[in-house]
Nanobody, 121 residues
Framework: QVQLVESGGGLVQAGGSLRLSCAAS????????MGWYRQAPGKQREWVAS???????NYGDSVKGRFTISRDNAKNTVALQMNSLKVEDTGTYYC???????????????WGQGTQVTVSS
């Protein structure tokens, strides 16, 4: 089983920056990819960014050019640097991964508990 623990959320003014971190622990063969989702009140959970173990990154259109995802494979951590934050970036941010736990060839979803990001105007 994989446990994901996020940290780094908080309150920031529009235009500011925050850095989120997520650490994976447990017993697994591999974790790939790792990424971030977010959910604003009353809205569906939205994909934000993801990164493979090889370092390939993808971003949602609403965060491209402002957010940067990075990963430390040795430590099984993923980070999300968020710059030029907007009020609409407010929400609960969840770390997400696909982890091979039961078998080297079968991956399951894993989710963190979430960390709150609030951007004020």
């Amino acid at each position: 089983q994989v446990q994901l623990v996020e940290s780094g959320g908080g309150l920031v003014q529009a235009g500011g920056s925050l850095r989120l971190s997520c650490a994976a622990s447990g017993t697994f063969f591999s974790i790939n990819p790792m990424g971030w989702y977010r959910q604003a009140p009353g809205k569906q959970r939205e994909w934000v960014a993801s990164i493979t173990s090889g370092g390939s990154t993808n971003y949602g259109d609403s965060v491209k050019g402002r957010f940067t995802i990075s990963r430390d494979n040795a430590k099984n951590t993923v980070a999300l640097q968020m710059n030029s934050l907007k009020v609409e970036d407010t929400g609960t941010y969840y770390c997400r991964c696909r982890a091979a736990v039961r078998s080297r060839y079968v991956a399951d979803d894993c989710w963190g508990q979430g960390t709150q990001v609030t951007v004020s105007s």
